[in-house]
């Protein structure tokens, strides 16, 4: 296994009525696994939580959020409780970030080469002509044309595209074991994004790794992902292999969206906010569930087969 998400919890702090600073549950029990070399599709509405639950493994909450409880086991250590320093030494190295805005993760004043080269030297001690080559190297697997050319390029030169190239290439520069892109191809137009989907899904196969590949496009995780962790108002409610998860998908939410899709979740979808967690309230569906009873004044718990899970009193889950 390589990265085991247990029960992972975070409140969100917003401010009462007197001023006062009030948690408020934001995760609420997120649990998916990463077997090495397969790519999961974290999939789910508008602020359902899946960037916040990525920020959260990697250390990176804002000070308006708190970790509550939960591991996250990579490689068997928790990445909850490691000390900022060995975070820091795993993130950007064993586990490459492709953050949702990632064009903002360029820094516009330096050249995209000297960053590609930054990228590695602040993980390791590396002689700056081979961690040069190594950036053109990069450049190049990722497709961009006249690398070395292109090294010399301040960040507003490059286009949109090559610009995600570049994030792709400072995400997977250090030869990470796990890679977690987030939205990686937002605000691109279609072709683009086609090509940069493909390109992540070649570089993730290629180099064995496992990916995680969170998206608002079942499409996206139809076509790319092996498996599927579906997310609901900071919450797992589904998750298991793609093919097992859409041909008998176990949760009410899982079949309306994917008798939705796209128009729903699609890249130019609606967009549906989750209502707030209510955790009286039992399920935090039943307020859209139409299969919802009295029974589901109870919160259900993650029930399955397999590895094939679902968060509903009524899932009925062959084992595959
Ligand atoms: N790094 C973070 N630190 C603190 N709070 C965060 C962080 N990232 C997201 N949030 C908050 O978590 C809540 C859930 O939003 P989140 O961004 O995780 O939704 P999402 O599922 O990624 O939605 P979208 O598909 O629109 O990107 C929001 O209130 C958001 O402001
Ligand atoms: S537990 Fe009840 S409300 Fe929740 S998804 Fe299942 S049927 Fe719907
Ligand atoms: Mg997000």
């Known amino acids: 296994m390589l990265l085991d998400v247990q029960d992972l919890r975070v409140d969100r702090i917003v401010t009462g009525p007197q001023g006062e600073p009030v948690p408020e549950p934001a995760l609420a029990g997120v649990n998916f696994r ?26 990176l909450l804002r000070p308006s959020a708190r970790l509550v409880g939960g591991r996250a086991l990579f490689e068997g250590q928790d990445l909850l409780r490691m000390s900022e320093s ?26 995209v080469g000297a960053q590609l080269v930054r990228a590695q ?8 002509a081979e961690a040069a080559w190594r950036a053109e190297t990069i450049m190049s697997s990722m497709g961009i044309p006249e690398p070395r050319l292109r090294a010399q390029a301040w960040p507003h030169e490059l286009t949109p595209g090559i610009v995600q190239r570049v994030v792709l290439g400072l995400a997977l520069i250090n030869e990470p074991q796990l890679l977690i892109a987030d939205e990686p191809t937002a605000g691109l137009d279609i072709t683009t994004q086609v090509q940069i989907l493909d390109l992540l899904h070649l570089e993730l196969r290629r180099r064995r790794i496992g990916g995680i590949i969170i998206t608002r496009d079942l499409g996206v995780v139809a076509q790319y992902c092996d498996d599927i962790a579906v997310m609901y108002a900071g919450q797992v409610v589904e998750q298991g292999p793609v093919m097992q998860v859409f041909a008998r998908p176990a949760h009410p939410f899982t079949r309306s969206m994917i008798s939705d899709a796209p128009e729903r979740l699609g890249i130019a979808g609606r967009q ?15 307020p859209r569930c139409a299969d919802a ?19 509903c009193h009524f899932a009925r889950i062959a084992a595959a």
């Open 34 to 59: 990463i077997v090495k070399g397969r790519i999961l599709g974290l999939v789910g509405e508008h602020a359902a939580g899946k960037s916040l639950a990525a920020s959260a493994i990697l250390g």
């Open 272 to 286: 549906i906010v989750p209502p707030r967690m209510e955790p009286e309230q039992g399920c935090s569906y039943r």
């Open 293 to 311: 009873t009295e029974r589901c004044l109870v919160a259900p718990p993650l029930v399955g087969a397999g590895v094939h899970a679902a968060r």
């Open 121 to 128: 030297s602040i993980h390791r001690p590396i002689v700056k």
């Open 86 to 111: 060995d975070l820091t030494r795993v993130r950007g190295a064993r586990i490459g970030f492709v953050v949702q805005s990632g064009h903002a993760t360029l820094d516009p004043n330096s050249r």
